[in-house]
């Protein structure tokens, strides 16, 4: 278990508006990820950061934002969702030592539904 | 850019019988990590194996081996005598070796162990 947890897990929202998901570690961890899964797709990376107030884009970027303010917490947003937003979205953190090191380990995802 | 290419959508397969998953990487880099993961019925996403490119000895655990390929930029997958729990979706996934590390998947492949 790496201490990982995302909120909500599940949220139904309506196009327009924002929503906030937010991915929680508990284990001091550099770098967290934001990937999407959708079918015949896989997961897609949206976000990444690689410390605290560090972040870049992953290749499905566009209407999505994020921030972390400290190291335990890493919130990605959707300023206006849309319907295309519509996906299950997981945070991963990267393992940097030991026997874990480069694996990435995600946290339960979250379903995300914008009507 | 990376890419994974796991070309067979769906498999089913009769308990106890051995099935091999494909995984076909393409990357420039000459150092990288590939990537299996599972994700059952109920979502989650389980790391199952992590393989550097240097190492090119085939890795066995339990009823799971793994047959990595350099010449032919294979990492493919072997569940012998398939019991109803194997039932998943299966990912492979490649990193770079250094700097931020993000994973390229595979669109996944369903598994489906008749019983």
């Known amino acids: 278990d790496a201490g990982i947890t995302q909120s909500p897990r599940h949220k139904v929202t309506e196009t327009g508006t924002p929503v906030t998901l937010r991915c929680h570690q508990t284990?001091?961890?550099?770098?967290m990820y934001w990937y999407r899964q959708d079918p015949g797709h896989g997961l897609r990376l949206i976000h990444y950061?690689?410390?605290?107030?560090?972040?870049d884009k992953g290749e499905v970027s566009d209407g999505y934002s994020v921030s972390r303010s400290k190291t335990e917490d890493f919130l990605l947003t959707l300023e206006s969702a849309t319907s295309s937003q519509t996906s299950v979205y997981f945070c991963?953190?990267?393992?940097?030592?030991?026997?874990?090191?480069?694996?990435?380990?995600f946290g339960p995802g979250t379903r995300l539904t914008v009507l | 850019a990376q890419k994974v290419t796991q070309a067979q959508t769906e498999i089913s397969v009769v308990e106890k019988e051995d099935v091999t998953l494909d995984c076909v990487y393409e990357?420039?880099?000459?150092?990288?990590?590939l990537f299996w993961y599972k994700q059952p019925p109920s979502g989650e996403l389980v790391f199952l194996i992590r393989r550097n490119s240097f190492d090119e000895q085939n890795e066995i655990s339990g009823r799971y081996s793994w047959n990595f390929q350099k010449s032919t930029s294979s990492f493919n997958f072997t569940i012998t005598a398939s019991q109803v729990v194997d039932s998943a979706v299966y990912f492979c996934?490649?990193?770079?070796?250094?700097?931020?590390?993000?994973?390229?998947f595979g669109t996944g492949t369903r598994l489906t162990i008749i019983p």
């Open positions: 950061s690689y410390g605290v107030k560090d972040t």
């Open positions: 284990e001091n961890h550099r770098y």
């Open positions: 996934a490649l990193s770079e070796a250094f700097g931020n590390e993000k994973l390229t």
């Open positions: 991963a953190i990267r393992g940097t030592g030991g026997i874990s090191y480069n694996e990435q380990f």
């Open positions: 990357t420039r880099d000459t150092t990288y990590y």
